[in-house]
């Protein structure tokens, strides 16, 4: 049972050139039994965060409490934190057994018969007790994979920490990692910092997402708070595949003037966006609507490319062929579209995000009331 | 050894409880102080040690060793260096009492030093290149997937795995002037007596090549032994460096229709440059010690033209008991290593080798 | 024949004789690299006449034919193959576990700072040993057995009257110090060669042992130790292999006759006035027979120390 908090956790490393800061002001406060993933493109300090927490590297400023202790000081081995690496990590000359054993050994004074015990245990659980004696030269991928999982689970820790667990499987194993990663981490309910640069696992996966980008924090939300009200620029590219289409637009009485074409906004809109001229208007693919005939905000553009997905197809769309960049709009996978056409595309007011060009802050997003459930069947 | 370092290590752990401690303490002033805690924190014991945990952590292994080593490398060198200041010779205990340059002027004025320091360079340079060129040639013979690479390998090198003074007890037959092995072949080709002719010194009267004592021939003959001896190391240099070049790179060549030979000199042998540089800076090292070889071939006063600063400051330290000349000249030597050690290692210091 | 891609030499290859041509000139290294070692192994089974009378790499005719000279360099050398084994053995243990502990404290752990430390080390690889041996003459005759003199007999001046002498006539004293003086010059090699192979371990495995509680001792104990097997054979052999064959030290450090090592006794047979090459050949093999076997059996793990892998 345990509270993680990091407290404007800053890192800066000293360079030749002075002092690069890696970390900057991070604060997050991660529940118990939360499942959280901290993603951001290489380089945004998302591993060494992850390893500050672990006690790998100091922190710089700032402070890490557990359940209220501070643990900023504290030698890695007494954080009782478990620590899931990209590589596995795994200890190549002792068996399953030996390397799950050895951080007990290490850390506790627990009898060997108990370790062996809780490791047999934690074999079990993972499926790979059959494994146990062997060493992991001859394991597949996954299962060196289940076995890092395994010597972190059999430590019982407060907290797990993932570093990329996922990055070296294949796709398919990947996937069903993923579930299992998830269930796994519901059984135990153990609070989770889980690292990764893919945004998919982090949406698919988490409880909420932390999303860095040159060592600040841009948000920390649920996975769909981050997709739909994302609070800047960066946020809004980063989460989604394909990413959302921005156009930079300027603000003249109630109309958005861009280099392609001229966006209509409603009063009240207006009204929210009020004193900024600059604006970056933000539009995700599957909010692009393709319609017949004229009407408020509607668009020529030219179908440059057309990537089909099977359930969906991807279009790269043209205002003008002197426009460089393409936008990116998704139909069904049974509408056809062709390279060349002629459509007209719709923004609908009501699925664009503005965004003030000069800060990249969010002043206007999607509204999230929108969302429907499923009704359940009685 | 274990027993200290136990003790050591329990201090380490003496001094993380001594931490931890530290740390409840400031968390009871957090929970009473709430935002003050932040100026207090970072003066735990372990954030207040001038030096680094890691280093603490670390010198129990690495310290006693770098110690032990460095008593005997450093500080004998620099003792050596201290020696060479004093004019201590002869039986007895050395005087430590006035210091000045006068054993490296006296260098300066033996022409004995010059002719060994020539020596020296020569074959230095000599040995260093033709070893480079022979190892590169046979470590790309050896390159072509041939069958029994690991024989034709092993015997190549077995040279190196030999005693200086075995090798050099070998070489001394292969060179006799009667029965040795090489006049025999020449003999047998009927090219003595040409090769006299060509090689004998001025004032010489002699039927056979006197290979380890003529002027002409002294030096080329332990050069030429010390490749044979050295090359095969030079093989295995290059042969891991050839290794480490990807095969897409030879295809790459032989795409562009790049002849073999354009594509060794043109694509292959230029990435060798780092095999190139560290095989050349340790046999070059080698032949700074070549000592062994020529004393084990003719003792401690090999003559004029054999004598290289190694040999000359043994004799004139151990057999003519000269200490502090001694040392002056095996200073020059250490200069001599360090000319060629000292770029080496800042320059891999430099590509964050080290 | 197999042609494998990416193969060269392409007018070497492309035909059967090209093949053929390079197969000669590898076969004319061996020739190259054996001639030597083969003629002395000739050499050492001929009586005197037949060494002057037959070419040197022939094999001895049955009447030329003795096993005088291996048994004369036999007597001459055992006493010093025993001494050099006795020396060298101990000495290598000590550099290679040495270098291995250096090796962890400069490269598994890292601190700021220890480049400078590994560059000292480095650089003590490549010293000229003249350069330390008057000094080290000095320390060993000289200045140690004056310190311990003085200390014995003062500490312990009750028992030894003040009579007790540092036994550095001692042949076994001799070839412990020769031994101390090897243990000390091995160790930057064995650091470098240690080094290489800990900077391959996985950083991420030492900070899982670190999380999971394991102290720096018990890092080195229970990972580093076990994973550095290997590369303790390489380092034990390339060692062993540089200690037997120094002849420097040995002659600067060992005057008494009954310690001599194996090198020593080899110089000598070699500088004697009358030149029987069938003995001196027979040293050479007998003296290099140790050095013969390790190579030959660990060939493998040598390549590997020479190439500082």
Known sequence: MAQLTLDEVTKTFQDDDGEIVAVDKVSVDIEDGEFLCVVGPSGCGKSTTLRMIAGLEDITRGEIRLDGQIINDQPPARRNVAMVFQSYALYPHMTVRENMAFGLEESTDMPDDEINERVEQACKDMGIFELIDRKPGELSGGQQQRVALGRAIVRDPEVFLMDEPLANLDAKLKAEMRTELQELQQDLDVTTVYVTHDQTEAMTMSDRIAILNDGVLQQCATPLECYHEPNNLFVAGFIGEPSMNFFPMTLEGSTLRGEWFEYELSDETVAAVEGTTDITLGIRPEDIEFVQGNGPNVFDSTVHVVEPRGNENTAHLQFDESMDDQFIATVGGMKQLKAGQRVKVRFPENAIHLFDTESGEAIRNRKLDEIETVESVV | ?354 | ?309
């Open chain 3, 1 to 309: 024949m197999s042609i494998r891609d990416g193969g060269f030499i392409d007018e070497l290859r492309s035909t059967e004789n090209s093949r053929i041509g390079l197969y000669a000139m590898l076969l004319a290294g061996i020739v190259f690299y054996l001639f030597p070692v083969e003629t002395a192994v000739m050499t050492m089974f001929k009586t005197e006449s037949a060494f002057a009378q037959t070419l040197p790499f022939a094999p001895p005719g049955a009447d030329g034919f003795t096993l005088e000279a291996l048994a004369t360099a036999w007597n001459t050398l055992r006493p010093g193959l025993l001494n050099s084994l006795l020396m060298a053995i101990p000495a290598t243990i000590v550099s290679a576990l040495l270098g291995s502990m250096t090796a962890y404290g400069l490269t598994t752990i890292s601190w700021r700072g220890q480049v400078a430390v590994v560059v000292l080390i480095i650089a003590g690889i490549f010293i000229p040993y003249q350069a330390v041996l008057v000094p080290l003459a000095q320390f060993w005759f000289q200045v140690l057995p004056g310190l311990l003199n003085g200390f014995v007999n003062t500490v312990f001046g009750f028992i030894t009257g003040g009579n007790w002498q540092y036994p550095s006539r001692n042949g076994y004293v001799q070839l412990l110090q020769l031994s101390i003086t090897h243990a000390a010059y091995g160790i930057p090699i064995c650091t470098l060669l240690f080094r290489s192979y800990y900077q391959s371990i996985s950083d991420e495995m030492i900070e899982a042992a670190r999380l999971d509680g394991a102290s720096a001792f018990s890092i080195y104990r229970n990972i580093i130790l076990p994973l550095s097997l290997p590369m303790f054979a390489v380092t034990l052999i390339y060692q062993f292999t540089q200690v037997y064959n120094d002849l420097l030290f040995a002659l600067v450090l060992i005057n008494e006759p009954a310690s001599q090592v194996a090198t020593q006794r080899l110089a000598a047979l070699t500088g004697g006035v009358v030149q029987s090459f069938n003995t001196t050949m027979a040293g050479a093999i007998v003296a290099a027979l140790p050095t013969l076997l390790v190579y030959i059996v660990f060939g493998e793990q040598f390549a590997k120390g020479v190439a500082g892998e």
């Open chain 2, 1 to 354: 050894m274990r027993e200290i370092l136990s003790r050591l290590l329990a201090t380490g752990g003496r001094l993380r409880s001594a931490v931890s401690r530290d740390e409840s303490d400031g968390d009871q002033l957090a929970t009473d102080g709430g935002a003050t805690v932040k100026t207090t924190r970072g003066d735990s014991l372990r954030n207040s040690l001038p030096i680094e945990w890691e280093l603490i952590e670390s010198a129990p292994f690495w310290l006693p060793p770098v110690l032990f080593a460095g008593f005997f490398v450093y500080g004998a060198i620099a003792w050596n260096f201290l020696l060479s200041l004093t004019d201590y010779s002869g039986l007895g205990g050395a005087q430590y009492e006035t210091f000045d340059f006068s054993m490296y002027t006296r260098m300066l004025n033996d022409g004995t030093f010059w002719q060994a320091a020539q020596n020296t360079v020569v074959l230095l340079v000599v040995f260093t290149v033709l070893c480079l060129a022979l190892g590169l040639f046979v470590a790309i013979l050896i390159d072509q997937q041939i069958r029994f690479e690991n024989t034709f390998r092993t015997i190549y090198l077995l040279p190196m795995s030999l005693s200086f003074v075995v090798t050099a007890t070998m070489w001394a037959w292969v060179y006799n002037a009667r029965n040795g092995v090489l006049n025999q072949l020449f003999r047998l080709f009927n090219l003595e007596g040409a090769l006299v002719g060509l090689l004998r010194p001025a004032g010489v009267n002699a039927e056979v090549v006197q290979w380890l004592s003529w002027n002409t021939t002294a030096l080329a003959a332990v050069i030429f032994a010390l490749i044979w001896q050295f090359s095969g190391y030079a093989m295995v240099v290059f042969l891991a460096g050839l290794r480490a070049i990807p095969t897409e790179h030879y295809e790459a060549a032989r795409v562009d229709g790049a002849s073999t030979i354009r594509m060794y000199a043109r694509v292959i042998i230029p990435q060798l440059r780092a095999s190139a540089v560290s095989a050349s800076v340790v046999l070059m090292v080698f032949a700074l010690k070549a000592f062994d070889f020529i004393y084990a071939l003719r003792g401690s006063q090999p003559g004029a033209n054999m004598d290289i600063l190694a040999t000359m400051m043994y004799r004139v330290a151990f057999d003519s008991l000269q200490w502090a000349y001694g040392s002056a000249v095996a200073i020059v030597l250490f200069a001599l290593a360090l000319l060629v050690i000292g770029p080496y290692l800042y320059s891999e210091y430099r590509r964050g080798e080290l």
